[in-house]
C-alpha cells in the first residue's frame, strides 16, 4: 500500500490491484504527456499530466462506489477502468487526436488492444479481470456510467485539476455534493434532487472553461501547428501507430529529428513564434456549406488566392458543440426526468455552447493580412468580421 499526494484531492491511497496497474509502463508513460497538450503556452502553469488525471478519476470513483454500495468485484472493476481510461492517449492528449484518428480509426478512450498484452495483460489476468470487461466500463456501459457518462467522474476530476493547474477560477465545483448526490435508479445513473444545483455547476464550469481554456484560441492555433507537422511527418513515411505510442518528449524529437517543415513547427511552438488568427468567426458568420467542405479543400483554395504556400494557411474548424449533459437524468421523488427539465439553467446553457464556437485561419504574423483577404474572398466574409479580430489581444499571453 502506498499513500501518494494529489495537490487537488489531498492522499490517494493505491494497494492491491491499483497499485500494481499504476506501475505499469504503460501506467507511467502518462507521466509524460500533458493533460492539456499545449495549453501552457498561455497559462505557464498548466503542465500536469495524464497520469495525475487517472489517479484523481480512480479516487473519485472509489469515493463515488463506496457511496452506491457498490459490491467489491464491482467496485475493483469500475475503479480500475477509472484508473485505466486515459492509457491510450497520443502525446500532448487531445492536441494530436485530429492528426492520428483518420489513420487509426480508433480514438483514445478504445484501449483494449493495451489491456491485451504486457504487463497490463499480466496484472488483469492475476486479478481475474477481462480486458473486455474493462474496456465496456471504460465505454460508459453498466456501472461503467461512474467512468463515462454525461457526468462521470472523469469530468469532475479533470475540470477541478484544469482550474486548479491553470487558475482559471471557473472549474470549481462542488464535486463532494455532488458525489453524495449521484444514485442508480432503474439501472441508471442520476443525481437526486438535492444535487442539481452541483450537477448544474459543473456544467457552467464547463461551459466556461470551454473558451477559457480547452478552446483557448492560442490553444487551438498550437494544435494545429503540431498536427500539421505530425500529417507531414506521416505523408513522408512516419507511422501513425509508432506516433501515437510516444509521449510528448518522444513526439518533439521526431518532428525535429524529421526535419523541414515538421521540425519547423516544432521550433515555432517551442519558441512561441505561433502562427496568428488571420479570421475567427462564429458559426453565424459561415456559410452553412463551409462546414461540409474539407479542411484542406479550404486551405488549398484561400493560400493559392493569396499565392501563398498552403503549409502556411491551416484551418481550424473544430467539432460542433455537442452538449449531451442536459438529458441526463434527474431523480425528483420517484421521477426521472432530464437535467434540462428541473434546471431552467441548463437549457440556456445548451444554447449559449454555440456561441463559444469558433472557426479559424491561422497564418504566420508576416502573411495574416494577405491570409485574411484571400480568406474573406473565398469563404464570402464579410470584411469587418475578419478584421475585427486584429484589435484582440494577440501578441501576449493571451
Known sequence: MTEVRDPVHGYVRLEGLALRLANTPQMQRLRWIKQLGLANLVYPGANHTRFEHSLGAYYMASLLTDHLGLEEEERQEVCAAALLHDVGHGPLSHATESALTPFLRTEHESVIDILKRGELREVL???GLKASDIQSFINGQGNGQIVSGEIDVDRMDYLIRDAHYTGVAYGVIDHLRLLQKMTFHQGQLAVEAG???AATSLLISRLLMHPAVYFHHVCRISECMISSGIRRMIDEGA???RIKGMDDIQLFTALEEAGGYPAEMAA????????????????ESLEPSLLRVSEKIIAQEIASEAGVDADWILVDRPPLPDSPE????????????????????????????????????YAPAELRDVAAGAARRCLNLKKSTVQHTFSDIDNGYL
Do not use: C, M, N
Not at 269 to 278: G, T, Y
Open 195 to 197: 444535487g442539481v444545483q
Open 239 to 241: 507511422s501513425p501507430a
Open 268 to 283: 515555432r511552438i517551442k519558441s512561441r513564434q505561433l502562427f496568428k488568427r488571420a479570421v475567427y468567426v462564429d458559426l
Open 326 to 361: 442536459g438529458s441526463f437524468p434527474a431523480l425528483v421523488g420517484e421521477e426521472i426526468r432530464p437535467l434540462r427539465e428541473v434546471s431552467p439553467l441548463v437549457s440556456i446553457l445548451e444554447r449559449a455552447q454555440r456561441a463559444t464556437w469558433r472557426f479559424g485561419i
Open 125 to 127: 489476468d492475476e486479478h
